[in-house]
């Protein structure tokens, strides 16, 4: 049974920062592309972050520079060091494992960590 349980999220100051953990179980971590996604109050689910096995990340324009993606295979974990966050990062955000096999493409989520900018 593939389980991905983040942690991490809670309530922040404007500029604070915070780093959310996504522990992955039930897959072979190394195969799949690790992301994080964030749905705010009443808005779509967006992108905010990829790093694929070999280590290449990619970021949504909106968090360029202030986030960063970061993957621990011997853990099976996947990280998102959030820096000078805003009241606008306010979100759920979720963990998502993806890949591309034999079987077809599997996708997989989290069930996702409330973080709060606020003062």
């Known amino acids: 049974q593939v389980q991905l349980v983040e942690s991490g999220g809670g309530l922040v100051q404007p500029g604070g920062s915070l780093r959310l953990s996504c522990a992955a179980s039930?897959?072979?971590?190394?195969?799949?592309?690790m992301a994080w996604y964030r749905q705010a109050p009443g808005k779509q689910r967006e992108f905010v972050a990829r790093?694929?096995?070999?280590?290449?990340?990619y970021y949504a324009d909106s968090v360029k520079g202030r986030f960063t993606i970061s993957r621990d295979n011997a853990k099976n974990t996947v990280y998102l060091q959030m820096n000078s966050l805003k009241p606008e990062d306010t979100a759920v955000y979720y963990c998502?494992?993806?890949?591309?096999?034999?079987?077809?493409?599997?996708?997989?989520w989290g069930k996702g960590t409330l973080v709060t900018v606020s003062s």
């Open positions: 790093i694929i096995s070999g280590g290449s990340t």
């Open positions: 039930g897959i072979i971590f190394s195969d799949y592309r």
């Open positions: 998502n494992a993806d890949t591309q096999n034999r079987s077809g493409f599997m996708t997989y």
